[in-house]
């Protein structure tokens, strides 16, 4: 759902549709979702029309960056100390 919202906002019924389930199921989730502050919601009309929050997964974002960089050291020192001790293996 989040994918699709990122290409606008959309309706419940609209979300629903992709995925095959009910509406009350998608209405389940997006409540979840607004809950987190990942959509928010308004009445146009009868409906309710969701879009995407992107700021909390910025959020995400940037916290996970801070571990990139160790996560890179780490599996470039399992590389090598597999290289190491079995040596280059051919692919084939």
Same mark, same amino acid.
């Given at each position: ?24 199921? $998608?209405?389940?989730?997006? /409540?979840?979702?607004? &809950? ?7 009445? !146009?009309? @009868? ?16 916290? $996970?960056?801070?571990?990139? /960089?160790?996560?890179? &050291? ?7 100390? !597999?290289? @190491? ?8």
């Amino acid at each position: 759902m989040l994918f699709s919202l990122q290409q606008g906002e959309k309706p419940a019924s609209a979300l629903a549709k992709p995925f095959g389930v009910s509406l009350p199921a $998608v209405s389940q989730q997006l /409540k979840v979702l607004k &809950e987190a502050g990942l959509v928010s919601e308004y009445r !146009l009309g @009868r409906q309710r029309i969701y879009r995407l929050e992107s700021e909390p997964l910025k959020e995400v974002f940037d916290w $996970v960056a801070h571990f990139e /960089k160790f996560w890179h &050291e780490k599996l470039d020192a399992l590389g090598e100390h !597999l290289r @190491r001790k079995h040596g280059k293996r051919d692919s084939n």
